[in-house]
């Protein structure tokens, strides 16, 4: 891949967790349907005044804000940050396994060992993807760290493999989208990750990837690519999403369409396109209706003055 030349945009660090966030508030309603027609989206959209994000992108948050406060990755604090922010708003839809791990750190068991045996094997639910996406934007110029960075942020809560991996691609989606974006051609992301020595199951679903999208047909991607809420059942569905929307929009609605876990997985392929595109793409009439979008950019904004001001 051809080095970075120009400096990266702030537009591409707002656009990705405010995509994310959208990806997320938007597949919300349609959650675990098994098809979603684009036309039901829009609709729900129009109708609703305020678009509420769900547990994607509260622990994006909190990924973010841990982040910025520590300056890096720092697996105590960002354990830490998690806790305070479920506690807060526990409401969000989280899935079964984090409620459990964070009661697991407040009676005392260290951050680094809680989630070991909440499920058996680690958790290999798409909890730890799903809110990496600040990682990738913080670490977008170092590509050897992410792998690291990716693997402390989810060992708080998914300590299996899968689980692992699945936020490491994301991550690697989003550095790529990041510092590539626009004038490089979106299919370069396959090889991109493919320097990333992944298990066999994402080498597996990604390669599937471009036949796939030749034949476009929906109910084969969620066949061959899942859209479930295991991390190798959603995150190469996301990398699709990506590949074969051609615009912001057309990639969120692309992956609400799938059904399934359709919230994250429009999440992750919304934190792609977002930073791939850049704020500007994000049709406004979503933007003006999402909860706490300021924040969310504020954060964004943060992270790209620690790393490229
Ligand atoms: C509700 C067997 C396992 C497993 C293992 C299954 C929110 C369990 C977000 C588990 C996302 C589920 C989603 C999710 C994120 C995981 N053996 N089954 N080793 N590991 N599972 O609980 O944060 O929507 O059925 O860790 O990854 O919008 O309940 O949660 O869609 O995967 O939740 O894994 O979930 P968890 P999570
Ligand atoms: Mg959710
Ligand atoms: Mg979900």
Redesign the pocket.
């Known amino acids: 891949m051809r080095p970075l030349c120009t400096k990266v945009r702030a537009e591409k660090f707002t656009g990705c967790l405010l995509g994310l966030a959208l990806g997320?508030a938007l597949g919300?309603p349609f959650?675990g349907r098994y098809t979603v027609r684009g036309g039901e989206i829009e609709k729900i959209a129009s109708s609703l005044e305020l678009l509420r994000y769900?547990?994607?992108t509260h622990?994006a948050i909190g990924v973010a804000e841990s982040l910025i406060a520590c300056r890096g990755l720092d697996g105590e604090h960002m354990a830490k940050t998690f806790v305070r922010n479920f506690r807060k708003e526990p409401w969000r839809?989280?899935?079964?396994?984090?409620p459990?791990v964070f009661r697991r750190i407040e009676s005392g068991i260290p951050w680094y060992s809680a989630a070991e045996e909440?499920?058996?094997?680690?958790?290999?639910?798409?909890?730890?993807a799903?809110r990496i996406a600040p990682v990738g934007l913080f670490y977008h110029r170092n590509p050897e760290k992410i792998r690291e960075a990716a693997y402390l942020c989810s060992r708080i809560?998914?300590t299996?493999p899968l689980?692992k991996d699945g936020a490491v691609v994301i991550a690697a989606a989003v550095a790529f989208a990041v510092v590539y974006g626009s004038e490089g051609r979106r299919s370069d992301l396959l090889d991109y990750l493919s320097a990333f020595s992944l298990p066999e199951v994402y080498r597996s679903k990604l390669g599937k990837i471009p036949e796939l999208a030749l034949r476009g047909d929906r109910r084969e991607v969620v066949r061959e690519l899942g859209n479930g809420?295991?991390?190798f059942n959603?995150v190469p569905t996301a990398v699709y999403c990506f590949l074969t929307g051609d615009s912001f929009e057309k990639t969120v609605t692309g992956a609400i369409s799938l059904g399934g876990?359709c919230?994250?997985i429009a999440?992750m392929a919304g934190a792609i396109a977002g930073a791939w595109w850049g704020i500007e793409a994000i049709p406004s009439r979503w933007l003006e209706k999402l909860e706490n979008a300021e924040y969310i950019k504020s954060l964004a904004r943060k992270i790209y003055k620690l790393t490229v001001d």
């Open positions: 997320d919300a959650e769900t547990d994607d622990m839809g989280y899935g079964p396994g984090p459990e909440v499920f058996p094997g680690g958790s290999y639910g798409n909890g730890a799903m809560t998914h299996h689980a809420v295991e991390a959603s876990d919230d994250t999440a």
